[in-house]
């Protein structure tokens, strides 16, 4: 028995290996073809074969976690890695290495800036060293895209990241008081769920 291939772009045949291969897009007829022998009748049977690109899917599994999916604090960081994933539809291979993301700021809330922290800048996110990075309040997209090519579909997909600001605690400490003349108040209590150092302004309604 022997085998052809109308499009040989799109299905090749190996008579000699007895492979057929896939090695492009488009549709063929593959042809079996049997010359008959002694006691068996000849025929020629037809396939019509279609050949589609694979395609890789992309979730992001931080998107059902919850509603608060995807809302972070500033200078919160994740790993990128762990942020998505991306498998091939049939297989379930892992592809991750065919996907390149980028960052596109939607909104931007004043510019945070803790003392010491020199690097923040006027990004709401980033990415380095395969962290994503929360930079400043504010909304902004991660996009991920594969550029496909021979083998795959291109696509592209978006998850949009929410940045908040810390919402500092302050409370006086109840623990000074009385307060008497000519005394240094101290131990107002003043903190937060960042480490840094805020500068505070204190002002009364009676200097006197």
């Not at 694979?54 to 995807?70: C, Q, V």
């Not at 931007?108 to 930079?135: F, L, M, P, Q, T």
């Not at 400043?136 to 592209?156: P, R, T, W």
Request: proline share 2%.
């Amino acid at each position: 028995m022997t085998f052809s291939s109308t499009n040989d772009n799109v299905v090749a045949i190996d008579n000699e290996k007895g492979t057929i291969t896939a090695v492009g897009e488009g549709t063929t007829t593959i042809t079996a073809t049997f010359n008959g022998e002694e006691g068996w009748e000849p025929f020629t049977k037809t396939l019509e074969m279609t050949i589609s690109k694979r395609t890789a899917i992309l979730t992001w599994p931080f998107a059902d976690t919850g509603n608060n999916a995807g809302t972070y604090l500033v200078g919160d960081y994740v790993a990128l890695a762990e942020f998505y994933k991306l498998v091939d539809e049939v297989t379930q291979e892992d592809v991750s290495r065919m996907v390149s993301f980028k960052i596109e700021t939607i909104e931007r809330s004043a510019i945070y800036k803790a003392d010491g922290d020199n690097d923040y800048n006027n990004d709401v996110v980033s990415i380095e060293n395969g962290k994503i990075i929360a930079k400043n309040a504010g909304k902004a997209k991660l996009i991920a895209s594969v550029e496909g090519g021979d083998v795959y579909n291109s696509f592209v997909s978006e998850f949009t990241l929410t940045i908040d600001k810390h919402t500092p605690v302050f409370y006086w400490n109840s623990n000074v008081l009385p307060y008497y003349l000519n005394t240094t108040i101290v131990n107002i209590a003043f903190s937060t769920n960042r480490d840094a150092n805020y500068p505070l302004e204190f002002k009364t309604s009676d200097e006197t």
